[in-house]
């Protein structure tokens, strides 16, 4: 593979990206936002959120063995410790470490 | 904030992005890529998923331009959280724009969620942005030179970026102050999972989201 290749498609992903990334902030820089894009400021970050659990399980394969059976298991895991003692890092470390030793040993 | 309070937020994104980033890189170096071309990527562009995706379009001989066009469609979902950070974002300096250019997935979630006094906020996201990018870096780097070598298991690793956005979902749920936007975005989210091809999924969920949320404003209002 060439280097100017490489290069020049990195440089062209970088603004891609970024370009992405200022958008809303060019949009806005002036005017104050309206009512409703507060309201979307407000709660489309929890929706975002949920949505990333979703899209961090597309590539499970539900309709073979194991069913996503480890992923729905961690993701039970962080849910219940995070409701009963309300520390990220424990939830996070205690649902992964769940899920390694499922996929690793397990299944 | 204080310093280890804030590496303490960034411990999920660490257990996450080096282990991804090791796989990106040991990726790049099957493909012949020299090294060095992991640590700029990551440097430069700072997107996963747009990352592993120009490997792909590498492999296949894609054009500059449909690299730039592709990158574009994959990351357009972060314009969604740069309309959550206007306000956030509004009164800081310059360094705003290190905020924007690094506002991935995984640090926006991370912004969105700390409870950082007004007072340090800039910098706090600024060392949250800092060092959720180094733990990409160090990754890819390690990866694309010794991915290969390493003898530790760490199969499932990743998973610690589902729990993240798990945990960080039960936190704003409960911060938020309508709840039906929740309930509309696990519908939205199960049904894009299993319906949406996906490498489109998150944008075509995204979208439906946002239109859902605009249409059906008044109806979201009422209640709870």
Redesign the interface.
Known sequence: ?ESS??I??????????????????LL?RTRE?SP????????????????????????VKWEAYPYGL??II??CV??AL??KFKN??L???I??LT??I???NVF | MNFVAIF?LT??VM?GYIPLGMAFGLLLSK???PWY?AF??SV????GS??FL?LT??ASQAT??E???A??LL??????????M??A?KDFSWKKHYL??G?T?ET??LL?TSDVPEANREKAYLWITFLNQCYWIIGSVVGALLGNVLPF?????E???????????????KK???HK??F???I???F??ILFP?QK??IL??CL??FV??VF?RS?ENGK
């Open positions: 593979m290749y490489i020049g498609s990195i440089i062209v992903a970088t603004l891609a990206t970024y370009a992405t990334r200022i958008i809303p902030f806005f936002p409703l894009i507060k309201y979307i400021e407000l709660n489309m970050p929890l929706m975002i959120m949920v949505i990333l659990v979703f899209y961090a399980l597309k590539d480890a992923e961690g993701v962080a849910i995070h409701v990220a890092l939830s996070i470390f649902a992964t899920y390694m499922l996929i690793q | 303490k411990i999920p257990m493909l012949l890529i071309y700029f990527m430069f562009i700072f997107a747009g990352q120009a379009l590498f500059i331009l690299i730039g066009i990158t574009f990351n357009l979902r972060h314009t969604f959280y740069g309309l959550s206007i306000s974002f924007i250019f506002l997935d926006f979630a969105k298991n760490y199969a499932g690793i998973f610690s970026l589902t729990a993240l956005f798990v945990v960080l979902s039960i936190e704003l749920y938020n102050r309508l936007p929740f509309v975005a696990l939205i989210g199960l894009g999972m996906p999924m998150l969920s995204l989201a946002a949320l605009i404003k979201m």
